[in-house]
Nanobody
Framework: VQLVESGGGLVQPGGSLRLSCAAS????????IGWFRQAPGKEREGVSY??????LYANSVKDRFTISRDNAKNTVYLQMNSLKLEDTAVYYC???????????????????WGQGTLVTVSS
């Protein structure tokens, strides 16, 4: 099992980025994929989650971020629009079983993690 994130970078406030999480060794349909982020000095926090028929978002990113997946490419995307300074963090994707909506933000439920990609929002 491997998860590889890409797409991070430096962007101005109000700008957009699309992160990719390329999965290998398993089929996306069988699991959930979460996006997390961790800013310096802060705990890792759940940003979004997707599994069959379900897309969930943290309140802080709802209406700005969109999660999607391409089963043919075995890749999950996180489209981030209207980026704010506080979105600056290392973003990780991770694999979990299909989780109920109350549990998706808890890192212990995720067994495989990518190496992370840095998103810096700065003017």
């Amino acid at each position: 099992v491997q998860l590889v994130e890409s797409g991070g970078g430096l962007v101005q406030p109000g700008g957009s980025l699309r992160l990719s999480c390329a999965a290998s060794g398993f089929a996306l349909d069988d699991y959930g994929i979460g996006w997390f982020r961790q800013a310096p000095g802060k705990e890792r926090e759940g940003v979004s989650y997707i599994n069959v028929g379900r897309k969930l978002y943290a309140n802080s990113v709802k209406d700005r971020f969109t999660i999607s997946r391409d089963n043919a490419k075995n890749t999950v995307y996180l489209q981030m629009n209207s980026l704010k300074l506080e979105d600056t963090a290392v973003y990780y994707c991770a694999r979990a079983p299909r989780l109920p909506s109350g549990l998706w933000r808890a890192p212990p439920y995720y067994t495989y993690w990518g190496q992370g990609t840095l998103v810096t929002v700065s003017s």
